[in-house]
Nanobody, 122 residues
Framework: QVQLVESGGGLVQPGGSLRLSCAAS????????MGWYRQAPGKQRELVAA???????NYADSVKGRFTVSRDNAKNMVYLQMNSLKPEDTAVYYC????????????????WGPGTQVTVSS
C-alpha cells in the first residue's frame, strides 16, 4: 500500500523560498493524481496544489503564481516549490495520494503523509 513522507519544511523569512518533497512508495503513485494540502492552527485543511495524470496542475488562488507542483514518477517523488512566501503560508503541509480529478478539480484520496511544518516569519 501507499506510504508518504514529506520533507523540506522549516523556518524561512517572508519573501523566501522552500521546496517540499514527498517520497512515496506504492505502485499507484506513478499513475494517480497527487495533491498538497496545508493546515494552519485553528483552520481547516485546504488544498494548495494538485498535479493530475495528464500533467495538468491546479492551485489555490492564494498561492497562484508563487507555488509550483511537479512530480518525478521515476523517483516516486512529488514536489512543491514555494516562492515569495508570506506569513499566512505558515502551516503543516501534507502530501496526499490516490485522489481523483473531476472537472479539473482534485479530490483527496485516502493516503496522507505525517506532514512537514513550514513557518514564515521574520
Amino acid at each position: 500500500q501507499v506510504q508518504l513522507v514529506e520533507s523540506g519544511g522549516g523556518l524561512v523569512q517572508p519573501g523566501g523560498s522552500l521546496r517540499l518533497s514527498c517520497a512515496a512508495s506504492g505502485s499507484i503513485f506513478s499513475i494517480n493524481p497527487m495533491g498538497w494540502y496545508r493546515q494552519a492552527p485553528g483552520k481547516q485543511r485546504e488544498l494548495v496544489a494538485a498535479i493530475l495524470r495528464g500533467g495538468s496542475t491546479n492551485y489555490a488562488d492564494s498561492v497562484k503564481g508563487r507555488f509550483t507542483v511537479s512530480r518525478d514518477n521515476a523517483k516516486n517523488m512529488v514536489y512543491l516549490q514555494m516562492n515569495s512566501l508570506k506569513p499566512e503560508d505558515t502551516a503543516v503541509y501534507y502530501c496526499n495520494a490516490n485522489g481523483y480529478s473531476s472537472g479539473g478539480r482534485y479530490y483527496p484520496g485516502g493516503y496522507w503523509g505525517p506532514g512537514t511544518q513550514v513557518t514564515v516569519s521574520s
